[in-house]
């Protein structure tokens, strides 16, 4: 059955999380209409997720960082060690790594929710709906939801057991054992990025066209599936140039 606007009542920032699980259709026509600040949340547990769940894992990262160093050393000259080994020794420091990530944490959600929007945006209005940039950004960043809830898990489950998930999503199915070499290959990335929290967030963007841009179920189903493979092409970029510029 289709929501209309006037069966949605405005309601506090807590009634709308739950109803991002238990209704999202209902609690993004909210958000774009009544709620469009309280999107601090999804951005919050986004951010603390990740921060959370680097902070947890930040020995075992500290220690894969170091082996990477060293594989890179090995194929040096001494003279080219010692000239390299320094900097290269400040960068796998354990406060160096957390400074680093929490500031990529913080760029790469603030650009993947604008390109996000973009792509909702303008798939929208190409389809001939007429949304608002204010209302999207705020029901876009709610989608995130389950993509903060993965980080939360993850890091629970870095604490428990001490270690990292070293192959996200579907990625254990392509992996070589190879670490920097998995990291280069854009079908392990690709296969990475897949999990029921993907899963979940993809399906959110589908009910956010059709609630709250108003589009037809084709419409919606087509823009979905460009978004999806968008994303995951953005992220196969530093593989495919990393790739490009690795000696065979």
């Given at each position: 059955?289709?929501?209309t606007s006037s069966e949605i009542q405005p309601a506090n920032v807590f009634v709308t999380f739950v109803d991002m699980i238990a209704a999202p259709g209902r609690a993004l026509q909210r958000i774009s209409v009544y709620s469009r600040r309280s999107w601090w949340l999804p951005?919050?547990?986004?951010?603390?997720?990740?921060?959370?769940?680097l902070a947890v894992t930040l020995e075992q990262r500290t220690e894969e960082a170091g082996r990477q160093i060293e594989i890179q050393l090995s194929s040096m000259t001494p003279e080219q060690i010692e000239a390299a080994r320094p900097t290269m020794d400040r960068f796998t420091e354990p406060g160096t790594i957390l400074i680093m990530g929490v500031v990529t944490i913080a760029l790469g959600l603030v650009v993947a929710w604008l390109i996000s929007v973009m792509i909702v945006y303008l798939g929208a209005s190409v389809s001939g709906s007429t949304p608002k940039l204010n209302a999207l950004w705020p029901a876009v960043v709610w989608t995130w939801l389950p993509l903060a809830f993965r980080e939360l898990l993850q890091a629970v489950w870095g604490g428990v057991n001490?270690?990292?998930?070293?192959?996200?999503?579907?990625?254990?199915l392509l992996a070589t054992g190879d670490t920097a070499a998995d990291q280069l290959a854009p079908l392990y990335l690709a296969a990475s990025q897949i999990d029921l929290f993907a899963l979940w967030h993809i399906v959110l963007i589908f009910v956010l066209?059709?609630?709250v841009t108003k589009l037809g179920m084709g419409s919606s189903l087509i823009i979905t599936i460009l978004y999806s493979a968008i994303?995951?092409?953005?992220?196969l970029?530093?593989?495919?140039?990393g790739s490009a510029f690795t000696p065979s």
């Open positions: 059955m289709t929501i951005a919050l547990l986004a951010f603390g997720g990740a921060v959370l769940n001490g270690t990292i998930v070293r192959y996200p999503g579907l990625s254990y066209l059709r609630s994303n995951i092409g953005l992220r970029i530093p593989a495919l140039l």
